[in-house]
């Protein structure tokens, strides 16, 4: 049917997008919300549902992808993944992906390739010519995740502990991190641990601390330059550790928010030895993707520029 739509679904730690499409890689609609990811999230179902009902009764709607946070990783929750996605869309050809294999067909267009990820988690997915995957990482807060922006924080907040005790030397982060969180310096125990203990969600919240890194670092501080350095080395690590299941050639490319830090990026470029190769796609144009590669649309080059540039149009943060 040329009027048949798709729909890409990405999830993740951080923020849920939708996006529904069209033959001619159109971006008719799109929606945007709070992280899906069940490993840490108990309101997972209710924010997908939330952010996926606009989109469920589309009568042209021919095709979805989801792309979920720990999907094919712990197994009760791929199922309860497998049964909300089934149940919105009972009738409908349906693809669910794990959210970094996505980022992976995105950015490569199927081909081959390394993909380095560092949002709220971190992990390294490589594909080989033949299509046969390797994943490095995706661990969670708790056993890994490190080079994450929730692992950034974490040592953020461990480096100003340090440093208002004495056991470290000064650092900025401290004035930065209270003066944008509006608490008291004056009394930082109660201020900063008050703070964490009274998070929502404290995953997201302490890797959103990654950006006052970053900020903390082009200013020149030490401190939050060797967090950076530090999770340069293990996004790095992540690479080997997938890179020889692709040919020695095969390029590399980056997805997720914490590389909004041009300082992380460029300090993994080094480590790696070659810079990165730009996404062809985002994350949710690899949802995209996978939807209309269950319609067996003609995917060219043509197509895959319309629909970047349709989804920066809609989203520019995309």
């Avoid at 009760?76 to 996605?85: K, T, V």
């Avoid at 919105?88 to 995105?106: E, K, Q, S």
């Avoid at 995953?203 to 970053?214: E, F, H, T, Y």
């Avoid at 350095?229 to 914490?258: F, I, K, P, S």
Wanted: hydrophobic share 45%.
């Amino acid at each position: 049917m040329s009027d048949a739509l798709i729909l890409g679904i990405d999830g993740g730690g951080s923020t849920i997008r939708v996006a529904l499409a069209n033959r001619k890689g159109e971006i008719l609609r799109t929606g945007l919300g709070a992280g899906i990811n069940p490993m840490d999230n108990p309101d997972w179902r209710a924010e997908l549902d939330r952010h996926v009902a606009p989109f469920r009764n589309e009568t042209k709607l021919a095709s979805v992808a989801a792309a979920l946070p720990a999907y094919g990783e712990v197994a009760h929750l791929s199922r309860l993944q497998d049964a909300s996605i089934t149940e919105m869309f009972p009738a409908t050809r349906m693809t669910i992906l794990n959210d970094v294999d996505a980022a992976h067909l995105g950015a490569f267009a199927g081909h081959e390739g390394v993909l380095v990820l560092s949002g709220t988690g971190s992990m390294a997915w490589a594909r080989n010519a033949a299509g046969e995957s390797a994943r490095s990482g995706g661990w969670g807060d708790v056993i890994g995740d490190e080079g994450s922006s929730y692992w950034i924080g974490r040592l953020a907040l461990n480096l100003i502990s340090q440093s208002l005790d004495g056991r470290a030397p000064k650092t900025m982060l401290a004035e930065i991190v209270f003066n944008s969180l509006n608490l008291d310096l004056s009394d930082p125990m109660n201020g900063l641990a008050g703070w964490v203990n009274a998070l929502a969600k404290p995953r997201s919240g302490i890797a959103a601390l990654s950006a006052l890194v970053d900020r903390a670092a082009r200013a020149g501080d030490a401190g939050a330059r060797g967090v950076l350095e530090q999770a340069a080395d293990a996004l790095a690590n992540h690479h080997v550790a997938v890179a020889r299941h692709c040919d020695r050639d095969a390029g590399w490319t980056y997805a997720g928010g914490t590389f909004a830090s041009s300082l992380l990026l460029e300090a993994l470029e080094l480590r790696i030895g070659r810079p990165a190769e730009v996404p062809l796609l985002p994350p949710i144009g690899g949802a995209l993707l996978a939807a209309a590669r269950n319609l067996d649309w003609p995917l060219d080059s043509g197509w895959l520029e319309r629909i970047a540039a349709n989804i920066k149009a809609a989203n520019p943060q995309s």
